[in-house]
């Protein structure tokens, strides 16, 4: 399972949902076996989709969300999860890490989350080049190791 996070409405911060819809597009007219990827737009409120995601019980899960770590825009980073707190994950009603650790426990799946380094999170509808770049790059390693 994929889950994007992210704010459509604030620039960088859509990197989440961007992938979910860049992955989809790129699977629906490829030859890739992808009857067992899911994936899931969690926008905002990721805590929302655990009901979902504990009935599809994924194997594993991979998180992508705009991720404030003092880098160049557009670079991306595996965070530890034993780190996870120290990072500025983009906008959400709970910390990630209460999440990660509820999805471990209950659904017992392998977690990956990956961060964007976001240039523009104020109140636009664009994504940044930088970002942009990024998304294709990640979709692209993502769907080759599917």
């Known amino acids: ?19 979910i819809d860049v992955i989809y597009e790129r699977l629906v007219n490829s030859d890739v076996d992808s009857d067992n990827v899911y994936l899931l737009n969690a926008a905002t409120a990721p805590e929302n989709h655990t009901i979902e995601i504990r009935e599809i019980n994924p194997s594993h899960l991979i998180i ?3 991720v404030e770590f003092s880098s160049v825009a557009g670079s991306f ?3 530890d999860k034993k780190q996870i707190d120290t ?7 709970m910390p990630i890490s209460f999440l990660i650790s509820y999805l471990e426990d209950s659904v017992g799946c ?27 790059e990640l979709a ?7």
């Not at 704010?7 to 990197?15: E, I, K, S």
């Not at 392998?110 to 294709?136: A, F, H, Y």
């Not at 692209?140 to 599917?146: G, L, P, V």
């Open 1 to 19: 399972m994929i889950m994007g996070i992210g704010n459509t409405l604030r620039g960088d911060d859509a990197t989440g949902p961007k992938i």
């Open 64 to 66: 992508i969300d705009a």
């Open 77 to 79: 980073i595996i965070v």
């Open 87 to 93: 990072f500025n994950f983009s906008t959400h009603t």
């Open 110 to 136: 392998k977690i990956l989350t990956l961060g964007v380094q976001p240039k523009d999170m104020t109140l636009v509808d664009t994504i940044s080049d930088e970002v942009n770049r990024s998304i294709n």
């Open 140 to 146: 692209e390693t993502i769907i080759k190791n599917i």
